[in-house]
Every structure is written in structure tokens, then in C-alpha cells.
């Protein structure tokens, strides 16, 4: 059983900053790709960003060059810095690791309960 678990959100203002926390825990071979999305209400799910195991990073245009993402390989951990927050970054935000069970075998999506993120003055 492999299981996401999320930590860091909560509420602060427009311009300001917080840290997200992934942590998978779990028998599993490796987790090649791990990533942040969110979903507003009412929206869509979408990407936010994305980190491979040697670091290759891909970001969705809205939070180019406000959030950064990073990960510890050996901890199997995922963060994700989020700064110069606008009221449209509100959304609750999930973990998303596409993990490998055994060697050999296909990945496989897993993802975290969610933590809701609001930017609100």
C-alpha cells in the first residue's frame, strides 16, 4: 500500500508565502515522477508542477517563476515553495506520484488526500 501524505497548507495573504510537504510512505520500487495539481471550485483539476527523480522540472504558465519545486529522493518527498500568492492560487492542492511497485512493472498513479491552500486578505 502506498500512501501520500500532504502538509503545509492553510490561509495567508495575497503576496505572501507557504511550503508544501509530500511525503510517500509504502512498499515501492522507486517514484519516477512526483508532482503538485489543485483544483478550484468549480474548476478542473490541473497541473501546477512537476519534478522527475534527476530533477527535470516542468511548471504550469500561471505560477512560473512565483513556485518552486523540489524533492528529496532519498525521503521520497515532494515540496513545493509557493510565493507571491494571489487570491487565484486558492484551490485544494494534491500530491501526485506516478509510482513504481516492482521492478519492471508500469507506474502507477497515486495521490494524497489534498491540503487546501487560501489566499485571502
Known amino acids: 500500500q502506498v500512501q501520500l501524505v500532504e502538509s503545509g497548507g492553510g490561509l495567508v495573504q495575497p503576496g505572501g508565502s507557504l511550503r508544501l510537504s509530500c511525503a510517500a510512505s509504502?512498499?515501492?520500487?522507486?517514484?519516477?515522477?512526483m508532482g503538485w495539481y489543485r483544483q478550484a471550485p468549480g474548476k478542473q483539476r490541473e497541473l501546477v508542477a512537476t519534478?522527475?527523480?534527476?530533477?527535470?522540472?516542468n511548471y504550469a504558465d500561471s505560477v512560473k517563476g512565483r513556485f518552486a519545486i523540489s524533492r528529496d529522493n532519498d525521503k521520497n518527498t515532494v515540496f513545493l515553495q509557493m510565493n507571491s500568492l494571489k487570491p487565484e492560487d486558492t484551490a485544494v492542492y494534491y500530491c501526485n506520484g506516478k509510482v513504481v511497485i516492482t521492478f519492471g512493472s508500469s507506474q502507477r498513479n497515486y495521490w494524497g488526500q489534498g491540503t487546501q491552500v487560501t489566499v485571502s486578505s
Open positions: 519534478i522527475t527523480t534527476d530533477g527535470s522540472t
Open positions: 509504502g512498499s515501492f520500487f522507486g517514484i519516477y515522477v
